[in-house]
């Protein structure tokens, strides 16, 4: 079974703290996602990454920065951390390739409440 | 830009009635269509998906159907059980130098036993 896990399902920080959410996936795949997920708007991506000291920004990078330096983890960090960064985070990976769609695999989700 | 529109939002159902959940894209280049089911607690799971070359699919229970020149596409459950209740999400995928993939906003589905 495809893995994916999150350092954290539950986490309280207060305004400007530094936050660091990690995800470990077991599958060998070569991208990765961080996405928010808030309450009658889905899931949006905030940041991705295709390999290892790779990213790309996704729809809501601001306030947000991510670490790959190995394959199998990727971290998202809050620099300054702010209330309306309080959400649902979820992280999932998937392999790429170039003739067919993959699905995402994601974690169980961090919930992340900033005061 | 890729938008995807879910309806409706909440859904109650009798168990053993049927519920469709219905989703309105905007970028015809889609070609991928992948419905998600998040269980309370959980990460979203794939359960199904649609390719813009077939109008529609039946896993079982569950099924989808896809209309490209209208840009709908819709998920239909059938004989509901109580283990269906849970969000879903329905999403759109371009391929571009990933896969990037836009959700819809969910659905609550409830099936009351």
């Known amino acids: 079974d495809v893995k994916v896990t999150q350092s954290s399902r539950y986490l309280v920080k207060r305004t400007g703290e530094k936050v660091f959410l990690e995800c470990v996936q077991d599958m060998d795949h070569e991208n990765m996602f961080w996405y928010r997920q808030d309450p009658g708007l889905g899931l949006r991506l905030i940041y991705f990454?295709?390999?290892?000291?790779?990213?790309e920004k996704g729809d809501i990078p601001e306030g947000y920065s991510v670490s790959r330096e190995k394959k199998e983890r990727f971290s998202l960090i809050l620099e300054s951390a702010s209330t309306n960064q309080t959400s649902m985070y979820l992280c999932?990976?998937?392999?790429?390739?170039?003739?067919?769609?993959?699905?995402?695999?994601f974690g169980p989700g961090t919930r992340l409440t900033v005061l | 830009g890729e938008n995807v529109e879910q309806h409706p939002s909440t859904l109650s159902v009798q168990e053993g009635d049927s519920a469709v959940i219905k989703c309105t894209y905007s970028d015809s280049a889609s070609n991928y269509f992948p419905w998600y089911k998040q269980e309370l607690g959980k990460g979203p799971q794939l359960i199904i998906d649609i390719r813009s070359n077939v109008g529609e699919k039946k896993d079982q229970r569950i099924a989808v159907t896809l209309n490209k020149t209208a840009k709908h596409f819709s998920l239909h459950i059938t004989e509901t059980q109580p283990e269906d209740s849970a969000v879903y999400f329905c999403a759109e995928a371009l391929k571009t130098s990933y896969d990037k993939v836009i959700f819809g906003p969910g659905t609550s589905l409830s099936v009351i036993p």
């Open positions: 990454s295709y390999d290892v000291k790779m990213k």
């Open positions: 999932a990976s998937t392999n790429w390739t170039s003739g067919s769609y993959n699905e995402q695999f």
